[in-house]
């Protein structure tokens, strides 16, 4: 079982660990909804102002992108239940700005891992609140079911 999951900015280098008791358990069924609309061609809506979120999933492992109303790729975030180097290497290896991270050095836990793109210093206001919604919905793909209260077990 998932304790806690390392997130990390691939730009920065920032670490920190997350733990599901960081996300309200009355999310569940609000998270549950934006990530399964996410990976709709046209993904969904996830701020007031157009800012929408395009996610594909695979597993317990996803990547998804915010863009801004103008369709400027502002984060691209992915998460994973295991160290997965091969989605960690692929992060590093499409990214437009640089990054401080190592390809070759996945973090050894369960990892979300965000990528601020170029579109980010049209939309800095947007910075303010894209580090909570993926480590949400980090929460909600890797171990829903340590974010998902009484009112979500079936």
């Known amino acids: 079982?998932?304790?806690?999951?390392?997130?990390?900015?691939?730009?920065?280098g920032h670490v920190r660990k997350t733990y599901p008791h960081?996300?309200?358990?009355?999310?569940?069924f609000y998270l549950r909804r934006i990530f399964e609309e996410s990976t709709r061609p046209e993904g969904t809506a996830v701020y007031d102002g157009g800012y929408r979120l395009k996610t594909t999933r695979h597993g317990r492992r996803a990547i998804g992108t915010i863009y801004g109303p103008d369709g400027a790729p502002i984060l691209t975030?992915?998460?994973?239940?295991?160290?997965?180097?091969?989605?960690w290497r692929q992060l590093h290896e499409t990214a437009a700005l640089p990054l401080?991270?190592?390809?070759?050095?996945?973090?050894?836990?369960?990892?979300?891992?965000?990528?601020?793109?170029p579109g980010a210093v049209m939309h800095m206001a947007a910075m303010t609140w894209t580090g909570d919604l993926v480590r949400c919905l980090g929460w909600m793909i890797v171990a829903p079911e340590r974010i998902r209260g009484s009112?979500?077990?079936k």
């Open 22 to 28: 960081e996300v309200g358990k009355d999310l569940y």
């Open 77 to 87: 975030t992915a998460c994973s239940p295991t160290p997965d180097p091969e989605l």
């Open 100 to 117: 401080v991270t190592d390809p070759h050095k996945p973090p050894s836990g369960a990892y979300i891992a965000d990528r601020i793109e």
């Open 151 to 153: 009112e979500g077990k």
């Open 1 to 12: 079982m998932t304790s806690f999951l390392y997130h990390v900015t691939l730009n920065t």
